[in-house]
């Protein structure tokens, strides 16, 4: 079965470091792998994808994120933090062979930066 | 560019009422989705659909139905709402099952009391 699993409910780090938000998935083959961020009381909104190609994909506000295909992980980063990235963020996997279309979330993690 | 809208906002309704939520694209998408969000649990898949006139079930469909008359709309009913139903929904559509996005609605907040 696919699954997504984000290890870490809550990532606190100091505006100006670098951050981290691990994601690993479990799907067979070669799946897509995308993250998206979510502000309070707001839908969730597109930061980046990973559909072959470069392990190291650049997305929206600075953020990008990692494909390791040995480790199945797919960790967001960004080099120094801001307090406004503080918000919820979820990783997801789409099955290319599946029929449905739809995403699988991981539970979310909340990133904290503090000034 | 309006995007992915859902209405109601927000809702209260009693243990037992019916009440349907409305998503409208105007991205001509084939893909809609409907989840639900809970604390903890991430989005799980309520029902979804790959075309007008087609619908699906997803994670956890149980207590919902849903109709895509229309490409541009997808709906989600509750007939006999419960409190387990208490949750903020979500409608999603993309362009097909491929390596596109999903683009998601502002949420719907629903409490059942």
């Known amino acids: 079965a696919q699954s997504v699993a984000q290890p870490e409910d809550q990532v606190n780090v100091a505006e100006g470091n670098p951050l981290t938000v691990k994601c690993t998935y479990s799907v067979s083959g070669n799946p897509y792998l995308f993250w998206y961020v979510q502000y309070p009381n707001r839908g969730l909104q597109f930061l980046l994808k990973?559909?072959?190609?470069?392990?190291l994909v650049k997305g929206s506000y600075g953020f990008e994120a990692e494909f390791n295909k040995s480790q199945t992980s797919f960790h967001l980063k960004k080099p120094s933090a801001l307090v406004s990235d503080s918000a919820l963020y979820f990783c997801a996997v789409r099955d290319p062979r599946g029929s449905q279309g739809n995403l699988i979330f991981g539970k979310g993690t909340k990133l904290s930066v503090k000034p | 560019n309006a995007g992915v809208t859902q209405t109601p906002k927000f809702r209260v309704l009693k243990t037992g009422q019916s009440m349907t939520l409305l998503c409208a694209q105007d991205m001509n998408h084939e893909y809609m989705y409907w989840y639900r969000q809970d604390p903890g649990m991430g989005l799980r898949l309520i029902h979804y659909?790959?075309?007008?006139?087609?619908?699906a079930k997803g994670e956890v469909p149980d207590g919902y139905n849903v109709s895509r008359l229309k490409k541009q709309n997808f709906l989600l009913g509750l007939e006999s709402a419960a409190p387990s139903q208490t949750s903020v929904y979500f409608c999603a559509s993309s362009y097909g099952q491929g390596a596109t996005e999903a683009f998601f609605g502002q949420g719907t907040r629903l409490t059942v009391v």
């Open positions: 990973y559909i072959t190609g470069d392990n």
């Open positions: 659909s790959v075309g007008e006139g087609t619908t």
